[in-house]
């Protein structure tokens, strides 16, 4: 896609990117097409792994190590952003989830509460901990924009996504909340984009993540929309085009959302189907 400079002139920070197959990772490759100047941030742990020091070359940017989970660490981060970017920010890109208990397989009837709690406060809490430093150390500018991802199962049930499910709930009602108490003092928007299903690390974790993703792209019309599709309406999100869209959660899944059953699923079901069934 062509570069209309649409974020020109425009500061952020993008949350998330750990390797190239990230959603963020994606987005910090637009954001910089499209004239944004920006810090990377992801948790000491993932900075191991070094793959975002060559995102940030590409994008010419900086890395500062940040666990969303951690009030003071965001603190560091946002004053450490606005000497850097020399000025407040405009975008923010929340694209953080874990959860130990998919992580280990733990079964949903049988969850470790501990590790919900860190699944919560890791994939929904953070948004809370982020949105409430940004506004007390007044980093956003008026009309700024803070885009989280989520994902379907926040609304109907799928199987395997356990926790997650609980914490993509809890990250859109504080994109709701949130959105009205920085609607209300800064114009800042806030809004969620519900994403199909991604080959990332954090996607391809959750169990069945294939049939996950072939079922959603054999029922949606547009098929599963990927990471730079993803990456393409982050970008409108940030941009002054969608200075009225606040407390949404959006989806952005090729028509998913509103499909019942599809022709191709129809016809696989048929091809599998037992005769000789009579209930
Ligand atoms: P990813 O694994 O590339 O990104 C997840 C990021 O969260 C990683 O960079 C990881 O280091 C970071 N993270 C984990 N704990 C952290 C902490 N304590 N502090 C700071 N950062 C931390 O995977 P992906 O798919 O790009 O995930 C981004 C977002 O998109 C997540 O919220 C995910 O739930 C959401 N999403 C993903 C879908 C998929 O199928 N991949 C579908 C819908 C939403």
Redesign the pocket.
């Known amino acids: 896609m062509n570069s209309h400079q649409l974020l020109k002139g425009k500061k952020g920070i993008i949350?998330?990117?750990?390797?190239e197959?990230?959603?963020?990772?994606q987005v910090a490759l637009k954001a910089h097409e499209q004239g944004a100047q920006f810090v990377l941030?992801?948790?000491?742990?993932?900075l191991r792994?070094k793959d975002?020091f060559q995102l940030a070359e590409l994008t010419n940017s900086q890395v500062i190590?940040?666990?969303?989970?951690?009030v003071s660490e965001l603190e560091d981060l946002f004053a450490e952003t606005m000497r850097l970017l020399d000025g407040k920010l405009d975008f923010i890109l929340?694209?953080?989830?874990?959860s130990p208990n998919v992580r280990k397989s733990i079964p949903y009837e049988d969850l470790n509460y501990d590790y919900m709690m860190k699944t919560l406060?890791?994939?929904a809490i953070?948004l809370h901990k982020m949105l409430s430093v940004a506004k007390r150390m007044d980093v956003i500018n008026d009309w700024g924009s803070v885009v989280?991802?989520?994902?379907?199962a926040s609304q109907r049930t799928f199987s395997s996504y356990s926790d997650?499910a609980q914490?993509?709930a809890v990250?859109e009602s504080i994109v709701r909340q949130f959105g009205y108490h920085y609607g209300r003092s800064n114009n800042v928007r806030i809004n969620s984009?519900?994403?199909?299903?991604?080959?990332?690390?954090?996607?391809?974790?959750?169990s069945g993540?294939n049939s996950?993703?072939y079922y959603a792209h054999d029922m949606s019309p547009l098929g599963n929309a990927d990471?730079m599709a993803?990456a393409d309406y982050c970008i409108t999100l940030f941009s002054d085009y969608t200075r009225m869209v606040t407390m949404q959660n959006l989806y952005h899944d090729g028509g998913f959302s509103s499909m019942g059953i599809s022709n191709k699923l129809i016809e696989q079901y048929e091809q599998c189907f037992d005769p000789t069934r009579e209930d």
């Open positions: 949350f998330g990117a750990l390797d197959n990230s959603i963020a990772w941030s992801n948790a000491p742990v993932a792994k975002i190590s940040a666990d969303v989970t951690q929340h694209s953080v989830g874990m406060d890791v994939s953070s989280a991802l989520t994902y379907i997650m914490a993509k990250l984009i519900s994403q199909s299903p991604t080959k990332t690390t954090a996607g391809t974790g959750v993540f996950f993703y990471a993803c």
